[in-house]
């Protein structure tokens, strides 16, 4: 079946210009993350949503950042003012149900191929 | 505070040696750890998991992990590798209280010579 798909797969873009990144998760995925991976380094949790719960925004950088998840799925990530410093690989993860601890755990994320931003 | 740190940025071997990847933890709780496997072009997908059952986790593609509590250690191993294993590995560390504390690691990028 499908994965976990995002658009655009690049993006180059000017500073100060606001983009807007999206991610469709697998059907019937109840959780979605984002997350950011620049160069040589590791991914970086930046929002969660699970369900109709309150998203967990704490790793967003800055308030540049937003995200949202309409009707509990597609999500789109918004970065506004953009800088040459959010210039990164966004990455994209579902996954399909609650684990025992009160949040999916990490085994039955399914990520997508990512969207590379590059900010001139 | 929970870290993980992947000892080396680049790992070289050639085809059907040994191959070593190493991730050291730190976490104040019983970790949950993985290893993540991210091919050109393609999403992140998991190798295996160590959740406090058995000590040494068995994988996909003939990798396995071996978890040393007294060196904070998951190390990443494989008997032989394949031309088809060149990617770069991630090493994760979770503590279970959170989405927002599942911590990668910065990444190895695993080489295959012919």
């Not at chain 1, 930046?46 to 950088?61: H, W």
């Not at chain 2, 709780?29 to 000590?55: C, E, I, R």
Request: glycine share 8%; with cysteine.
């Amino acid at each position: 079946g499908a994965g976990v798909s995002q658009s655009p797969s690049n993006k180059v873009t000017e500073k100060g210009k606001d983009v807007e990144l999206r991610c469709d998760p697998i059907s019937g995925h109840t959780a979605l993350y984002w997350y950011r991976q620049s160069l040589g380094q590791g991914l970086e949790f930046l929002i969660y949503f699970q369900g109709n719960s309150a998203p967990d925004k704490s790793g967003l950088p800055s308030d540049r950042f937003s995200a949202e998840r309409t009707g509990g799925s597609v999500s789109t990530l918004t970065i506004q003012r953009t800088q040459q410093e959010d210039s990164a690989v966004y990455l994209c993860a579902s996954s399909p149900l609650v684990g025992d601890r009160g949040y999916p755990s990490t085994d039955t994320q399914y990520f997508g191929p990512g969207t590379r931003l590059t900010v001139l | 505070a929970q870290s993980v740190t992947q000892l080396d940025s680049h790992v070289s071997v050639s085809e059907g040696t040994p191959v070593l990847l190493r991730c050291n933890y730190s976490s104040s709780y019983s970790p949950s750890l993985f290893w993540y496997v991210q091919h050109p072009n393609k999403g992140l997908q998991l190798l295996l998991k160590y959740t406090s059952a058995a000590t040494l986790v068995k994988g996909i593609n003939g990798f396995e992990a071996e978890f040393k509590k007294s060196e904070t250690s998951f190390h990443l191993t494989k008997p032989s590798a394949h031309m088809s294993d060149a990617a770069e590995y991630f090493c994760v560390v979770s503590d279970g209280s959170s989405a927002s504390k599942i911590i990668f690691g910065s990444g190895t990028r695993l080489s295959i010579r012919p």
